[in-house]
């Protein structure tokens, strides 16, 4: 059977053999909401003919998975048992369904070993979703600065280090804040019609899950918990009586061997009154399936990051929000880089307008309004798990390739637009060129060269302007899925881009093309993708990709004019999924801090060389 009498619960997880805790952390998550508001909507019962729908939210758009009754299983103390997740006490199958059918859609079970629960809840879901961190530790877009910023003396370092502490303290009372108001204890769903899971309301659901930090899996592992692993947050509550904060954590085992304050085995802790706060009645007994209930200081002390997937977003607190999304892809044609780049011209981009609802007289739609318009972007990119994984077969290793790919999206007005990616066309052999060979720069103009380039093209200037050294993405991405809010006027004309971190087809473009388990047959969207936009907002968007006909008067002809021989070697040559800097072509290590400029990114010891070559020189000293 697929589902049990009454309704189901965070304790019918219980992972298998597999190793996907992530996602039996996201079931876990998902239990907390009333069954009609998300769970039973997710499977479509067909058992009668043995078959199963399951619905995801992939590529911008949900879509449904359809599998057979068939579970692989093993024996054990002679009874057939489920291998990977396993039913109920009761034998409730839906958290083996949803499985299956998940990996069905990443190609093998043994793709979807590895991963984060939160991107698995926005699978789920549809939710928007964000890291946040909790003590201050170098996340990878703390390790990024800006050109901007020059070296300080230690003194303005030190206050720097202060306000930032200072930030990340403000940051963590903010989740717990947050925690308490979503997934308050003690849990009561019947409170009314609308109510979810801990007394949420229906538009402020949102699920929490959370993993070791790297650097405390010694002393996780004397007190319990399991490094590397994902559990899902159920619930957060403030004492009256002490005043101490409680968090409750859940291993999607469904055994949790917790051993420091509020563990089950702490009677001390565990009083009548403390009882009655927690769960609403003092004999209950502390939970063991699984569970494990923890001082918010020992928490902060093991985790250092949270990630948030808001499931029923809004828009402007009101209203239902409308979605937009469109597919894109890098190919050798449409892989300029960043915009510093004289190739970023090249990148596949979409026009973005706001519609108003009503009509005008003519039934021309018009804009009705002049406030401005918060828009949710969201940028993803197909799970390469299957991909890399199938790479390996044989060898017993995994993810030779890095699973994401370092890609930015910016949002341009279209005259910005069209400004940026005009021509700037100079005859070869001018002195200014001249000065920027002998200076050795690798990039003229905003063209990145290569070192056997000898003549620059399109550039009357081998220096960046100073407003196109202002312009910043709306985002980057350095993971599957990423979000960002923007600000725009219902009146203007935008111009989204996407582009990789630099010009060049991916190294993994053979394998993605060419396995059988590829995005292409898993996602059944058709061509392959390599992105998707997704707009979210309160008021009709119109988001559309740009091509030479309808585009013609917004940006002339400078879009579509061919790429030089050079540019067209740029695009087409092999580049490696993660960002290396452009002036020593190494790669950054994890949380090494590095700068963005327009170019590209650089590391900290190449960044003078950077300015250097690029700052304006005296044309009587040089």
């Known amino acids: 059977k697929v589902w049990h009498e009454g309704d189901v619960q965070p304790s019918d997880i219980k992972q298998g053999l597999l190793g996907d805790c992530y996602l039996m952390a ?165 409170a009314s019609s609308i109510a979810i899971g801990g007394g949420q309301r229906a538009d402020a659901a949102a699920f929490f899950s959370c993993a070791v930090a790297s650097s405390k899996t010694s002393a996780a592992a004397t007190s319990g918990l399991n490094a590397q692993h994902q559990y899902s947050i159920l619930g957060a509550i403030e004492l009256v009586s002490s005043g101490e904060r409680i968090i409750e954590l859940r291993d999607p085992h469904g055994k949790c061997e917790w051993n420091g304050v509020f563990c089950p085995s702490d009677t001390r802790s565990w009083t009548s009154a403390v009882k009655r706060e927690v769960f609403g009645s003092s004999k209950l007994n502390v939970p063991q399936s699984g569970c494990a209930f923890m001082r918010w200081a020992d928490f902060r002390s093991f985790f250092d990051e949270i990630g948030i997937c808001l499931a029923f977003p809004q828009a402007q607190g009101q209203g239902v929000v409308r979605r937009e999304s469109v597919l894109g892809r890098f190919d050798a044609h449409s892989s300029g880089g960043k915009h510093g780049l004289a190739t970023f011209k090249f990148n596949p981009a979409f026009s973005l307008r706001m519609l108003a609802r009503k009509r005008s007289s003519r039934g021309k739609r018009h804009v009705v309004s002049d406030e401005r318009v918060r828009v949710k972007v969201t940028l993803s990119q197909p799970d390469t798990r299957p991909i890399t994984r199938s790479d390996a077969a044989g060898g017993g290793a995994y993810d030779l390739l890095p699973a994401w790919e370092d890609m930015y999206l910016y949002c341009l007005t279209a005259s910005t637009y069209r400004k940026l990616t005009a021509p700037r066309t100079v005859a070869s052999g001018t002195e200014s060129s001249k000065q920027s060979i002998r200076a050795g720069t690798s990039r003229l103009g905003g063209m990145l060269l290569s070192r056997q380039q000898t003549q620059p093209v399109e550039s009357s200037d081998p220096y960046l302007p100073d407003w196109v050294r202002e312009i910043s993405p709306a985002l980057r991405l350095r993971r599957r899925l990423g979000q960002a809010e923007l600000d725009l006027d219902p009146q203007e004309h935008y111009v989204l881009v996407a582009c990789p971190w630099g010009p060049g087809v991916s190294d993994a473009t053979g394998a993605e093309r060419s396995t059988t388990n590829g995005r292409t047959s898993i996602a059944g969207v058709g061509n392959s993708w390599d992105f998707c936009i997704t707009l979210h907002a309160s008021t009709e968007v119109q988001l559309s990709p740009l091509d030479s006909d309808k585009s013609a008067e917004l940006l002339g002809q400078s879009r579509w004019s061919q790429p030089t021989t050079e540019q067209r070697r740029l695009m087409q040559s092999l580049r490696p999924r993660q960002a290396c800097c452009f002036i020593c072509d190494r790669g950054f290590g994890h949380g090494e801090a590095h700068y963005e400029v327009p170019e590209g990114q650089t590391h900290l010891q190449c960044y003078e060389d950077y300015r250097k070559k690029t700052a304006r020189r005296c044309l009587e000293c040089g």
Do not use: H
């Not at 019962?45 to 299983?73: H, N, T």
């Not at 946040?132 to 901007?148: P, Q």
């Not at 720097?160 to 200072?166: A, H, R």
């Open 26 to 190: 996201a079931c876990a998550s998902i239990a907390l909401l009333p069954p009609e508001y998300l769970v039973r909507d997710l499977i479509i019962d067909e058992s009668d003919v043995g078959l199963f729908g399951v619905k995801f939210y992939f590529a911008g758009r949900w879509m449904s998975v359809a599998i057979d009754d068939w579970f692989p299983c093993i024996i054990s103390g002679g009874v057939l048992r489920p291998c990977f997740a396993q039913p109920s006490s009761d034998g409730a199958l839906w958290t083996c369904i949803i499985e299956k059918a998940f990996a069905k859609l990443m190609g093998s079970f043994e793709a979807i070993i590895g991963g984060e629960a939160v991107d698995a809840q926005n699978y789920l879901c549809a939710g928007d979703i964000e890291t946040r961190e909790l003590n201050g530790g170098a996340s990878l877009e703390d390790c990024v600065t800006t050109e901007d910023i020059s070296a300080s003396s230690s003194t303005q370092r030190q206050r720097e280090k202060l306000s930032q502490q200072g930030v990340k303290q403000d940051e963590a009372e903010r989740i717990w804040l947050e925690l308490c108001d979503r997934v308050p204890l003690p849990r009561d769903r019947s």
